[in-house]
């Protein structure tokens, strides 16, 4: 390589760079995102349990010896342009490994609806897998204590029709 095509190369790459940077700083007031984080409060208290999304009470329910649930999973399905939200109950006490499961989905003219409660006591955590039109939540086998049989999976579909 002689030092002409090095002095070359190097002017190409500053311009690249000086390129890049200029439109970098042209676009940092007018960049585009997918979606803001909705703000979530889950509470507890005198016997009832509740979930807040954005500001707007969705779910109230009756959760005497709870802690407040827990977000297990947030995702958007965009086949149903649809978001859904899957809450875990934290029961005090160690009999349960979690509690019921809530699933509340959102509409793209943003009403929540929240469906009907999974009855769970744990184990192990449910897998959550989302596809574009669906949301499933599997809840694996676990042994009982003390005798040879198990309490056998269980696999929960919500798929959103629009």
């Not at 090095?6 to 585009?32: A, E, P, Q, T």
């Not at 500001?55 to 407040?68: A, D, H, N, Q, W």
């Amino acid at each position: 390589m002689n030092g002409n095509s090095l002095l070359c190369m190097i002017k190409n790459k500053i311009f690249s760079f000086v390129f890049c940077f200029l439109l970098l700083l042209v676009s940092l007031g007018k960049c585009v995102y997918a979606d803001q984080e909705p703000n979530i409060l889950t509470k507890s208290g005198k016997g009832f349990c509740e979930i807040e999304i954005n500001g707007r009470s969705v779910l109230k329910y009756e959760c005497k010896g709870f802690y407040p649930p827990s977000l297990l999973n947030s995702s958007y399905l965009y086949e149903s342009n649809e978001k859904v939200f899957v809450f875990i109950d934290n029961p005090m006490g160690n009999a349960c490994d979690g509690g019921p499961i809530h699933v509340i989905s959102q509409s793209n003219d943003g009403k929540y609806e929240p469906h009907k409660a999974i009855d769970f006591c744990g184990g192990h955590f449910p897998t959550i897998v989302t596809e574009p039109a669906k949301l499933s939540i599997l809840i694996p086998s676990i042994e009982v204590d003390g005798i040879s049989e198990k309490i056998p999976s269980e696999n929960w579909i919500l798929r959103i029709m629009s």
